[in-house]
C-alpha cells in the first residue's frame, strides 16, 4: 500500500508490504475491543513490510515493525504494538488467490449484454455498459438481480493489462451484503492465469461489494470509494482524500 495522501478507511487495514501514509485516519468508524492482546478482531492495523507514516491516527490495536514512528494511538485501551504476529499473510494471500480461482472457474448462470440486458441463458456477460460507462446504465434491463443468495461477478482482465471502472454508479440495485466481484488475471480464453493486472476505479458513485483481486494493482480515484471489503495486491491513489468504506 502506497501513496496515501489524507483521507481514512472506515475499518481494518492489513498491508503485507510497506505502508506509506500521511494525515490519514485508520478504523475511523470501528469501536474495536482492545482488553484481549492475542485476539486479532481487536487490531485495527497490520503492517508485515516498513512504515513511513506522518500523522496517522489509529482507532485500535496495531502491530507494525519495531521502530515504526508517525503512528498516533486514540484510545488508551488500544496500543499499537509490535511484532505481534497474530496474522498470517501468508495464508491469507493464499486463501484469497484459491477463491478467486474457485470463482473464475464457476459456469456463469446470468448474463448481462452489451445493452445491459439481463437474462439467464448463462453465457460469458459483455461489462461494457455496467463496468466500462459505455451507454447508461441504471441497472438491469429485462429482468431485476436475484433477490437471494449470494451474486458473483467473475471480471477476468488480460495478464499484463489494465481493467478502468468508469461508470456512474456500477453497483446500482445490488444489495453489497451479497455481492463479490472476483477480478482474475485471464488468458486469452479466459482462464485464470496467474500475473500482474491493474485494476482503476473512476466511478462517481461508491463501488459496493466484496472486492476481490488478489493479483491486482488497485489505483483508487478521486471521487466516491470502494464501499466495502477490498483484497488487493497493491492500493494506491491517484489523488487524494478519498476514503475507502469498508
Known sequence: MRNILSGNILGPLAVEGDFKASGYYVNASGNPDCSNFNDISGYVLVVDGSVYADQVRVNGAGD?????????????????????????????????????KVFAAMKPTLSLDSNGKLTSTGHMSDPSTMLKGIGNWNGPQGMSWPSDGTLVFSVLIDSGSTFILKVNNPTNGLDSCRTIFDFYPSDSSGTYNSGDITLKRNTGSNFGGFSLAPEAHIVDGNTAAFADTLVEK?????????????
Open 64 to 100: 507494525v515493525p519495531l521502530g515504526s514512528t508517525g503512528l498516533q494511538e486514540t484510545q488508551n485501551s488500544c496500543a499499537i504494538n509490535n511484532n505481534v504476529g497474530l496474522y498470517d499473510f501468508n495464508q491469507a494471500k493464499s486463501n484469497a488467490i484459491l477463491a478467486s
Open 234 to 246: 497493491e492500493y494506491s491513489w491517484s489523488g487524494s482524500g478519498v476514503e475507502i468504506h469498508n
